[in-house]
């Protein structure tokens, strides 16, 4: 049943693309993806007329509903799929003139092969590649297997296309130097097309954000993204500005364009916490890659209250889970944080490593539940503390950020996930 239907999906999206004809951007990635395809679509949308991804639809599910026009997969409902259907059908038999000019497509990929049948959908004009890591590792058994799986985005672009890649990631150096069509790269290194320098966590008129610079062509113009915290945010608008200045805008509307960037939930977002404290909530997902750069953002975020990392499992990394835990551990050594909680049974290895790396054992605490933990520093946290907490999707670590956020009425709206009240 579900092949079928992943097959009428197919056909109905193949064949309003090829009516409507819309340019459409893929974006791909161990890490990064929903952030840039924001940033995207942020910058974009005031000029043309755009769609992105909602929430998590970037699968064989999710893309073509996206290209159909559908927020919401109708999951087991089978009358609401006829209903897509019908829609789908009613798009290629009377014109749409609102249909999108462009389409911001993520593209996931959790096995082999993933990103072949989604660009067998849709082909991208515009093909983006966030960065490379171990996400998914223990169903691709090798960082070459992820490099191969993700570079395929690009495998169809012509002369006349553009990829868009990350020139300070090592894994796409290779890519670079061998793509087929036009190439265009953005990172801290000098001799990228869109060149980020001065990347800061910042406090401008108390709120607090990041900034930046962006260099292109010679032109250099200061950003600064309220209420964003890190550089890989500042990544994602460097993204997004690529792709903008292909597409025929300047560096000084993409910058009022930023202004409205925001994170999607569970994704380094700042919320108040109970007494006075923030969370930075970053929820959504991990890997050992992402959680490092979550605790630099822990790290370098001015405050005068105690740096507290509440961190759960990361899940899907294979044979590499122990060591990837304990890398965390020591990272977040390094990094000077002040306090590590750690919730499910993987994350001890994160408490292994911080504790080998020499972090004091009465500064470690280890759950089984994320309730637990929250209900536990809701008397801890004091005045100014912030808090990170991070975890897998299979986690569910909104929980804690539930537990201990300042107006937690308000969760249904900030929080990634469904919570226990």
Not at 156 to 184: F, G, R, T
Not at 240 to 249: K, N, R, S, V, Y
Not at 340 to 346: D, K, Q, S
Request: hydrophobic share 40%.
């Amino acid at each position: 049943m579900r092949k079928i239907l992943h097959f009428i999906l197919k056909i109905l999206a193949r064949a309003v693309i090829s009516k409507y004809q819309p340019r459409v951007i893929g974006i791909t990635g161990s890490v990064g993806k929903t952030s840039a395809k924001e940033a995207v679509f942020t910058v974009l949308k005031e000029k043309f007329t755009v769609r992105a991804s909602s929430k998590n639809f970037n699968n064989e599910v999710g893309t073509p509903l996206t290209i159909l026009g559908q927020e919401k997969s109708p999951g087991k409902n089978i009358g609401a799929w006829l209903w897509v259907f019908t829609v789908s059908v009613k798009l290629l038999l009377i014109t749409d003139k609102k249909y999108p000019q462009v389409l911001v497509l993520e593209m996931g990929a959790d096995k082999p092969g993933d990103i072949k049948y989604l660009t067998s959908i849709v082909q991208p004009h515009i093909a983006v590649i966030t960065a490379i890591g171990y996400s998914h590792l223990e169903f691709f058994h090798s960082l070459k297997n992820i490099i191969r799986e993700k570079s395929s985005i690009l495998a169809d672009l012509d002369k006349n296309d553009l990829a868009v890649l990350n020139n300070d990631d090592k894994n796409l150096e290779k890519i670079i130097a061998n793509c087929q069509s036009k190439v265009y790269t953005f990172g801290k290194k000098e001799n990228s097309n869109i060149r980020m320098s001065e990347v800061n966590i910042t406090q401008r008129n108390n709120i607090y954000g990041t900034s930046f610079k962006l260099s292109y062509a010679g032109a250099e113009v200061p950003m600064f993204l309220p209420y964003v915290l890190g550089g890989q945010h500042a990544q994602a608008a460097a993204t997004a500005t690529t792709i903008a200045l292909f597409m025929g805008m300047n560096l000084v509307e993409i910058g009022q364009r930023l202004l409205d960037y925001q994170p999607a939930r569970g994704r380094t977002n700042l919320i108040r916490g109970i007494k006075e404290s923030w969370i930075i909530d970053d929820t959504y997902n991990a890997s050992p890659q992402s959680a490092k750069v979550a605790l630099d953002i822990l790290s370098a975020l001015p405050a005068t209250g105690r740096k507290i990392a509440v961190l759960g499992d990361m899940l899907e990394l294979g044979s590499l889970s122990e060591e990837g835990h304990q890398e965390v551990g020591r990272e977040l050594v390094r990094l000077g944080i002040d306090y590590l909680y750690v919730v499910g049974e993987r994350s001890r290895d994160i408490a292994r490593g911080a504790r080998e790396a020499g972090m004091d054992n009465d500064c470690i605490y280890h759950f089984a539940f994320t309730k637990e933990v929250g209900i536990f520093l809701q008397e801890r946290i004091e005045k100014h503390d912030i808090i990170l907490i991070k975890g897998s999707r299979g986690a569910k670590m909104e929980q804690v950020v539930y537990e201990l956020m300042d107006k937690p009425w308000l969760a249904k709206d900030l929080l990634v996930g469904e919570v226990v009240k």
